[in-house]
């Protein structure tokens, strides 16, 4: 796996199968990349730090995280990962669709467990330590999950939906109403934008076409934004466009120009500058790699 399962701020990378939405990846920051940036998705994310340390936001905050963490993320939360310091980190992604557990007709735990997790109306806590008391049943689930996923036997897709249902089971007696959640506006804001960046970051985007979005004045988005993501937004979107400029460079044969250009860069020197502060070589020396 590699930085381009994230490179949207609403991901859309198919999970799994479309019978069995399930997929679980091994990554590792940074050597398979040094950020995965914030984006979100429809799906359910739990992730599973396995060595070392880093940071991971969920919905703004931020958590240090180390070897035995588990970070569960819902649907449409929006969440990034970073290196924390100079420390390494090993971390397993789980992602699934909820709808996989949920039943088509009247059922009671869908009805009073599922939708109101998929839809953001009852939440469980996000940060799971050695010292919560849910944490061994918790682990035991997912530990018992990477075994199922190391030779997928016949069956396996019971046998992960029965974890995945313990899992649940446990995580239920953390859940708490998300009223109480104050910054909703906020966020909603904050995704409206990065899905604007998404659909249109080859084109002109302007701090002024920005703060319209978000419904703010220029001073106050551009506060707004570098307190929400921890970056300026030129940062971010040179950083979205860069992203987009390398995947290009590693699966067409696309001049360095036209991908420039593709990309949103009108000034290709500015380009180059930008990719090699992100990525320490040149657009070409990336493409031979």
Known sequence: MNIHEYECSQETKPHGHDNFPFDIYLCSIPTDFTIVPTHWHNAMEIIYIKKGRGIINVDLSPYQVSEGDIIVVPPGQLHSIEQQSDYSMEYENIIFKLSMLMAPQEDICTEEFFQPLKHGKSLPDTLYTRNSPLYPALSDCLNTIDSICRDFPYGYQLAIKGQLFSFFYELSKSFHSAASHGNHKSLDRLKGL??????NYREKISIADAARICGFSQSHFMKFFKASIGVSFTDYLNDYRITMAARLLGSSSDTVVNIASETGFENLSYFNRVF????QCTPRE???K
């Open 286 to 288: 990336f493409r031979k």
């Open 194 to 199: 990065l899905k604007y960046v998404e659909t």
């Open 276 to 279: 090699k502060r992100k990525y």
